[in-house]
């Protein structure tokens, strides 16, 4: 009786260790305010305007580009 109340103890200061640890790593984690898409954390999203397709001339059922403008550019984003 002993032994398997031991091991009961010993699992439980485990798990209870463990929970604590993963608590203080999950609260450390900060993340700057950024738009949607731009990482993680609190988000807003973005302003989408001028949305232009370009059909594939094959096939025009698949779609080989995409071009649109956003309200603000994206955070790191770098034109070139």
């Given at each position: 009786m002993f032994k398997s109340s031991s091991r009961l103890v010993f699992a439980m200061?485990?798990?209870t260790i463990m929970a604590a640890a993963v608590?203080?790593?999950a609260a450390a984690?900060?993340?700057p305010t950024?738009?949607?898409?731009?990482?993680?954390?609190?988000v807003s999203g973005y302003t989408?305007?001028?949305i232009h397709y370009n059909l594939n001339a094959t096939n025009p059922r698949n779609i080989d580009s995409v071009?649109?403008?956003?309200?603000t550019a994206?955070?790191?984003w770098k034109h070139h």
């Open positions: 200061l485990s798990l608590y203080g790593f984690n900060t993340v950024s738009k949607a898409g731009d990482g993680a954390g609190v989408v305007s001028s071009t649109f403008n956003l309200d994206p955070y790191g």
